[in-house]
Structures are given as structure tokens and as C-alpha cells.
């Protein structure tokens, strides 16, 4: 089995900046399955984060992320980081 | 100081150098056409599609290398421009466009001529806008600007609610103008290593990209080439970056590539790519391209790096700086035994041009033209085997001379490019070589250009069919031709004298050289339908996803017709 990897970006905070991010995702056949947003602190900013397959391409993905003018920072985590498994609760039937 | 949304867009695109905006107007851009009608310094062109006057862009930013806008209504003309800036992506050119949308109270609604054009266009865009208020146009205008240009170029999408176009600011300041970032710092060590690659290097060659038109490099990797007098294949995107005479020039490479060309390819130990992707089209069977070649890549893309064929050095770079840090590393080499095996190659595997006296011929009519051009000259084309044939035959000379669709393969690009390319570069005559199919995706241009009164030649390369299409059908596809041909033939000469365009006939006239030279010699717009023979193919090609050495070199009788033959 694959396992996730944990990115967390730091965009810009508007409307369209979720769409180009899953948009990216969602054209090349990528499977995110997992995604929080928030603003951060500072009101310009917000956090997202994703959850996705280790794969071959991730690398290009990154690269790809960088590219986008509203895409700030990306940061790559391992699977264990607790952003995800803390919201689990939540998730659950 | 107080304007309205559309008046402070039109100002700021004067402010940023816009001369001359291609477009259609609608309901939803009507106050920027307004605010249009009163600018006395840009001049509109009427387009007659949208997707038109986006090409009528991508010509102009081409022939330039500065960023070109158009203008479109919501809705229709919103979709209909979808192809030109999709063009634009893959070709890294950097357009603006421009549309109007319903206002904000009605958005979401389903109103007239209301669609999602933001979401339309973000995978096509480098990036998009949605302006929410005239305030916003401000940061956005001169943002567009800035990323339009910096790093590898790209297209723009601007889509601007009525209510904001026709919403009145006051405001004490103009913005400061929208300029390339230019924050990129080389990375020393791998300039370094890549010297020691290329000095090490007994049998390099040098692979340019459009990557060298866009970064205006052509120059320092011309003096790069010669220094190590390295024989250099150019991509489809690349030609002009060298001149073809110049003696280490071995043209394009892959899919149509020279014979030799190929060849060389496999033998190299190094491989320095300037600016290039490793598109499909170039590298055919990716594992199977240059097989021996240590691999040095320079892109200001950083994600192109290792994106198809993993590269020993990467080198993250806007091309021209690279250059500049890098020539001071490499050893001049004196022509060697590396540049007679070339040498040799090219008397093993040479290119044949079939007919090329004939200058009625399917490579004679290109190479006839070129001869008898004079001064400034743009090339355009549309898509199919009359490209393919331009970019094997045509002499280009300098960056900028040949403006095609590469990356997206889109026809109907020919014509409205050349419209836009002759709009910036008066002076000089633009020949568009186009396909009966190609020209015909955007035919109602004729007008336009006939209106404008530029110098464009069109030559309509007519083998009254998708010739491409049929070329592959029939050489693998078992000659199974199918909706390739046309069963009727269009007339292009009274089409065009339709539009009040002047037009001429190569089938039938008794002198081809001179009505060739009458068609070029009257300035303005004409037409010329050159008749070609459907089954004359553009050889050397590389069957798709084969390896470029596996070429084909003319047409192979098939099993079905050694049968007929037989029978
Ligand atoms: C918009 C668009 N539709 C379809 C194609 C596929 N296609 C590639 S070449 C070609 C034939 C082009 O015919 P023509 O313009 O007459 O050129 P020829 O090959 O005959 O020289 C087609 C249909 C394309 N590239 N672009
Ligand atoms: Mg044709």
C-alpha cells in the first residue's frame, strides 16, 4: 500500500485559490483525499493542507504547486503528522 | 482623479505600452469598448471570432515578445477565445485577455450570456482574474503584467463583472507598472559541474528550445555553439534561435527530423538542453532518445527539470544568464572528429525534399517563396503537413521569424497570427503558409486583414484534404482513408475575392515564378491557392510512439498493396 504525505501550503486568501489547488490536482489524475483550509493569523494569508498518496509524480506535483502565483510556501510532512489525525474524530461514521 | 472601472483598465493599458487591442464587443465589455472609443492612443481591431483576435495576440506578443491584449464579451465570446489562450499555455506566450462578465448581482443566476469564466480558464491560463471591484483593477492590471512576463512566460485571463467596468473610483495615484520579476539567483556549483560536463564531452550536442526565443538568447548561445563547436538541433518552438545556414545548425529534430539529424542524436555523449521540454513530438520514445548522453538542462521552469528524462545537471535559470555564467567555463574546442562524423552522417542520411525545383511542388512552393522574399519577413503557419514541410525547408534567420502552433497543434492559427504579426511589424511582408483544412478554422479573418490592408500572403497549400490525417491513415492505418478527404473542393480564389482580397491560382496560371513574384510584389493582403498532389507525404516520421531512429524514410508498401500488386 501506498502511504500519504502530508503538504501544507501557505496561499494567498481568496476565492479562487482552493480551486486552482484542487483544479491542479484534479487534471492530472492525482488523488487528494484529504483537504482543511483556514485563514491563518494574518488575514492575507491562509493554511491549506492535503493529504495525498506517496507517488512517483509527487515531486512534480510539488513543482507544480510552486508555480501558482497564490501558492506561497509548500511544505512536505510525513504521513504521521497529527493535522489529520487529530480532525479524524470528526470524520467518523 | 475619478474613472470609471473600464476607463482605468483602458488607462492602465496604455500606461503599460498597449498599442493595438484585437476584439469583438458584447452586452457584458460594452463600457470597456466605450472607454475604448475615447483612448487616443489605442487603436481596436474589429476580429471576426474571438478566437481570432486571441490569435491576432499571440502573433502580435510573438513578433514582439511583449505581452499583446484582446478583448472579448461574456459568455460566447468567453468560449469562443478558450483555444487561443490554451495555445498560448503551451507555447509559453504571454496574452491577456480581457472579457466582460455580467454584473455581480446577477452572477450564479444563469443569466445571459453568463458562464463560469474564471473556472474556465484556469488550466488554460498561467494565471487568472476575477475583478469584484474597480479598486481591485489597480493590483490586478499591472499584476497581469508582471506575471505574464516573468520567468517563463504565459497567458492571462482578466474577467471583469459589468458593475465593476461601469463603477466610479476616486483615487489620488496611478499604480506603478506591472515588470518582470527578476529574482533569480544561479546556483554556481551546478554551472560549474555542467562545465565539467560539457568540457568533458567528446561528442555534444546542443538542443535549443523556445526557451532561447523567449529569454531573447539567441545571440550568447549562438557564441556557446561556436565556441565549442557543438552541431545543434533546434525544436519546432526553437527555430530561428539559429540561423538554418549556420554551419553547425542540423535543423529540428524528432517526429520530421532530418535523417541525420536523428542519427547524430543517438551518438551523442552530451546533451546541453537550452530551454527545451522534451516534448513527445521532439524526443519520440522517450527511453530510447539519446541513449549514451549525459544530460545538462537549463530551464527558468524549474518543474520541466527531470520532468521527462531525468537530467545528471539541472540548472534553474533564465537561459541568457546561464549562458553568460557558463561561457567563461567551457573550453574553446576546434572542430574534431565528432564534427566529421556529422559531416559524414549528412552524406549517409541526407534530408530529401522531393521536387524542391518545382516551385508548384508541396516543398518547391516553400523554398521558391523564401528565395524570393526580400527584407523583414515573418512566417506563420497552420497545422498539418504543410507545417511540418515549412519548419524542414524554410531558411529561417533570426528569433521571431516563425510564428507556429507548437505545443497545442491548433488550426486555425495561421492566418490571425500573421494578421497580428503584420499588425506590430508594418514594414514587413508576413507569408502564411496554410492547409484547404487549416484556413477554413478561421477563414472569416480574411476580412480583417483586407480591412487593416496588411501585407500578408496567404498560401493555401491545397491537397483538398486533412493531409496529415491521411497521411496517417495511410501509412498506418492500412490505408483505411476516412474522413480525411473532402469531396468537394472549396474555391479559394473567389473566397478570398469574396472578402475583396486579391487572389491568384497556381493550377492554373502558365508562369508560376511570376505570379508568385506578382503576389509578393503588390503590397497588401493577397491569396494564393497552390494545388498539391494529397499522397506527396512529409517524410522523414517517425511513427508515433516509436523511437526517432525508427523513422520512416518514404512510403513502405504495405502488405495490402504488395496483394494489389500482385493481383
Ligand atoms: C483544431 C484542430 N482540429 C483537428 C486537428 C487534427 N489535425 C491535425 S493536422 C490536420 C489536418 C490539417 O489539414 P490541412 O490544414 O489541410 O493541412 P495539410 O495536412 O493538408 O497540409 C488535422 C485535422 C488539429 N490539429 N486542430
Ligand atoms: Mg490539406
Redo the contacts between chains.
Keep these: 500500500m501506498k502511504t500519504n504525505t502530508i503538504l501544507e501550503l501557505t496561499v494567498k486568501n481568496h476565492?479562487?485559490v482552493m480551486?486552482?489547488v484542487c483544479?491542479l490536482f484534479a487534471?492530472r489524475v492525482f488523488n487528494v483525499d484529504g483537504v482543511l483550509c483556514l485563514p491563518t493569523g494574518d488575514v492575507t494569508k491562509s493554511r491549506l493542507w492535503l493529504r495525498v498518496k506517496e507517488d512517483l509524480r509527487l515531486?512534480?506535483m510539488i513543482?507544480?504547486l510552486?508555480?501558482?502565483?497564490d501558492v506561497l510556501a509548500v511544505r512536505r510532512h510525513g504521513a504521521s503528522h497529527a493535522v489529520f489525525e487529530r480532525i479524524g474524530e470528526y470524520f467518523r461514521e | 482623479m475619478k474613472y470609471t472601472g473600464a476607463e482605468i483598465i483602458i488607462k492602465l493599458l496604455e500606461r503599460h505600452g498597449i498599442r493595438q487591442i484585437a476584439g469583438i464587443p458584447g452586452g457584458a465589455n460594452l463600457p470597456m469598448y466605450d472607454a475604448l472609443s475615447q483612448s487616443e492612443c489605442i487603436r481596436h481591431i474589429l476580429a471576426r471570432h474571438e478566437q481570432g483576435a486571441g490569435f491576432i495576440a499571440q502573433g502580435q506578443a510573438r513578433v514582439t515578445g511583449r505581452p499583446a491584449v484582446f478583448f472579448a464579451t461574456s459568455g460566447p465570446g468567453a468560449t469562443n477565445a478558450i483555444s487561443a489562450v490554451a495555445d498560448a499555455k503551451l507555447d509559453s506566450i504571454p496574452i491577456i485577455c480581457i472579457t466582460g462578465q455580467v454584473p455581480q448581482d446577477m452572477i450564479g443566476t444563469d443569466a445571459f450570456q453568463e458562464i463560469d469564466t474564471?473556472?474556465l480558464s484556469?488550466?488554460i491560463t498561467?494565471?487568472?482574474y476575477?475583478a469584484r471591484s474597480a479598486k481591485e483593477l489597480f493590483e490586478i492590471i499591472p499584476d497581469a503584467f508582471r506575471?505574464a512576463i516573468s520567468g517563463r512566460p504565459g497567458p492571462i485571463w482578466i474577467d471583469v463583472p459589468k458593475d465593476v467596468q461601469m463603477a466610479l473610483v476616486e483615487f489620488d495615484e496611478w499604480p506603478k507598472n506591472g515588470v518582470a520579476d527578476n529574482n533569480f539567483s544561479l546556483d554556481m556549483q551546478s554551472i560549474q559541474d555542467a562545465a565539467t560536463i560539457i568540457n568533458e564531452a567528446k561528442r555534444p550536442i546542443v538542443y535549443v528550445g523556445g526557451g532561447a526565443i523567449h529569454s531573447e538568447a539567441s545571440e550568447s548561445v549562438q557564441a556557446l555553439i561556436e565556441k565549442l563547436n557543438a552541431p545543434t538541433v533546434m525544436t519546432l518552438m526553437g527555430l530561428g534561435a539559429l540561423p538554418s545556414r549556420h554551419p553547425l545548425s542540423l535543423g529540428m529534430l524528432g517526429m520530421h527530423a532530418a535523417p541525420f539529424t536523428n542519427h547524430a542524436l543517438e551518438e551523442c555523449d552530451a546533451l546541453i538542453a537550452l530551454g527545451a521540454r522534451f516534448d513527445d513530438r521532439a524526443t519520440g520514445k522517450v527511453a530510447q532518445f539519446c541513449p549514451d548522453a549525459k544530460i545538462v538542462h537549463v530551464d527558468i521552469?524549474?518543474?520541466e527539470l527531470?520532468?521527462i528524462k531525468n537530467a545528471k545537471i539541472g540548472i534553474v535559470a533564465d537561459l541568457d544568464d546561464a549562458i553568460e555564467a557558463l561561457s567563461p567555463l567551457i573550453d574553446s574546442k576546434e572542430a574534431d572528429e565528432w564534427n566529421d562524423r556529422i559531416e559524414q552522417l549528412k552524406g549517409e542520411y541526407p534530408m530529401y525534399m522531393p521536387d524542391l525545383v518545382d516551385p508548384t511542388s508541396a516543398y518547391g512552393i516553400i523554398d521558391h517563396v523564401a528565395g524570393m522574399l526580400e527584407g523583414e519577413t515573418y512566417i506563420t503557419t497552420d497545422v498539418g503537413q504543410h507545417q511540418m514541410r515549412v519548419a524542414q525547408a524554410y531558411p529561417f534567420e533570426y528569433p521571431r521569424q516563425w510564428l507556429t502552433s507548437g505545443g497545442l497543434g491548433t488550426m486555425g492559427f495561421g492566418l490571425p497570427a500573421a494578421i497580428g504579426a503584420a499588425l506590430e511589424k508594418p514594414e514587413a511582408t508576413v507569408v502564411c503558409f496554410t492547409g484547404d483544412g487549416s484556413i477554413l478554422m478561421n477563414i472569416q479573418e480574411l476580412i480583417t486583414a483586407v480591412e487593416e490592408n496588411l501585407n500578408v500572403k496567404i498560401f493555401v497549400c491545397n491537397n483538398n484534404s486533412l493531409g496529415l490525417v491521411h497521411q496517417q491513415q495511410d501509412l498506418f492505418y492500412e490505408k483505411r482513408i476516412f474522413a480525411a478527404n473532402y469531396s468537394r473542393a472549396v474555391d479559394f480564389v473567389k473566397i478570398a475575392e469574396g472578402f475583396q482580397m486579391d487572389s491568384f491560382d497556381l493550377g492554373t496560371c502558365v508562369d508560376p515564378m511570376s505570379l508568385i513574384a506578382n503576389a509578393l510584389a503588390k503590397p497588401g493582403p493577397a491569396l494564393i491557392n497552390v494545388p498539391i498532389n494529397v499522397y506527396h507525404k512529409v517524410f522523414p516520421m517517425v511513427p508515433p510512439g516509436g523511437a526517432n531512429k525508427e523513422m520512416l524514410l518514404r512510403d513502405r508498401v504495405t502488405a495490402r498493396t504488395m496483394n494489389q500488386i500482385k493481383q
Design positions: 476565492s479562487g480551486m486552482h483544479s487534471r515531486e512534480q513543482l507544480q510552486q508555480k501558482l502565483e | 474564471y473556472g484556469v488550466p498561467k494565471h487568472n476575477f506575471v521552469d524549474a518543474s527531470n520532468k
